[in-house]
């Protein structure tokens, strides 16, 4: 079975930083471009971050570019989302998703990736 889990989310205070994790089970992300969204209460899901299935380009939303880093390990079948600099606005549920292309490109919309994890939640605040 085809399967993606987030973790790291947490409560976390103003300026702090999180590592979320995507790990996959079922399949092997060597293929895989990986996405990383976002959904706050009342608000649409908005890409975040993609990386490629070499890792080679990445991508990030206006709002979090120079904040976050995506990156992944292939030997891991695992994903990473450094997040510093944490706000309040950052506050959301996080998801990643796999598409089966190689390459990453942003804008980034939900349709347009194959699966999902469940999510987790990260809350920024004092």
């Known amino acids: 079975q085809l399967q993606l889990v987030e973790s790291g989310g947490g409560l976390v205070q103003p300026g702090g930083s999180l590592r979320l994790s995507c790990a996959a089970s079922?399949?092997?992300?060597?293929?895989?471009?990986i996405g990383w969204f976002r959904q706050a209460p009342g608000k649409e899901r908005e890409g975040v971050s993609c990386i490629s299935s070499s890792g080679g380009s990445t991508n990030y939303a206006d709002s979090v570019k120079g904040r976050f880093t995506i990156s992944r390990d292939n030997a891991k079948n695992t994903v990473y989302l450094q997040m510093n600099s944490l706000k309040p606005e950052d506050t959301a549920v996080y998801y990643c998703?796999?598409?089966?292309?190689?390459?990453?490109?942003?804008?980034?919309?939900?349709?347009?990736?194959?699966?999902w994890g469940q999510g987790t939640q990260v809350t920024v605040s004092s």
């Open positions: 079922g399949f092997t992300l060597d293929y895989y471009a």
């Open positions: 998703a796999a598409r089966v292309v190689t390459t990453c490109p942003f804008p980034q919309y939900s349709y347009e990736y194959d699966y």
